[in-house]
């Protein structure tokens, strides 16, 4: 089992930047991939980025390239993923989700993810 909690999110102004963590409980949180997902009000929920449980390999969707880097913290007890999200603009607004799975390719597509956090509120203000 792998239990996530999600923090971070916030009120910025547009051009501004967040970094959400999203802290995993369970033993086997180094063999799994974690990734980012999104919901905006009204729409489905998107991919972001994802990593590996390394931290070799990383995807990130096309609408956040160059502006959001995912990173992991596997070390010791710490058990944390990281989506530092820089210039940021009103259409990131959305609730921010954390997901492992242990699948090692698929990252886009939410059907692969066995665990949830219960997600953050990110607004962004033009």
């Known amino acids: 089992q792998v239990q996530l909690v999600e923090s971070g999110g916030g009120l910025v102004q547009a051009g501004g930047s967040l970094r959400l963590s999203c802290a995993a409980s369970?033993?086997?949180?180094?063999?799994?991939?974690m990734g980012w997902f999104r919901q905006a009000p009204g729409k489905e929920r998107e991919f972001v980025a994802a990593?590996?449980?390394?931290?070799?390999?990383?995807?990130?969707a096309d609408s956040v390239k160059g502006r959001f880097t995912i990173s992991r913290d596997n070390a010791n007890t710490k058990n944390t993923v990281y989506l530092q999200m820089n210039s940021l603009k009103p259409e990131d607004t959305a609730v921010y989700y954390c997901?492992?799975?242990?699948?090692?390719?698929?990252?886009?597509?939410?059907?692969?993810?066995?665990?949830w956090g219960q997600g953050t509120q990110v607004t962004v203000s033009s």
């Open positions: 997901a492992a799975t242990a699948w090692t390719t698929g990252w886009g597509t939410e059907g692969k993810y066995d665990y």
């Open positions: 990593i590996s449980w390394s931290g070799g390999s990383i995807s990130y």
């Open positions: 369970g033993r086997t949180f180094s063999r799994h991939a």
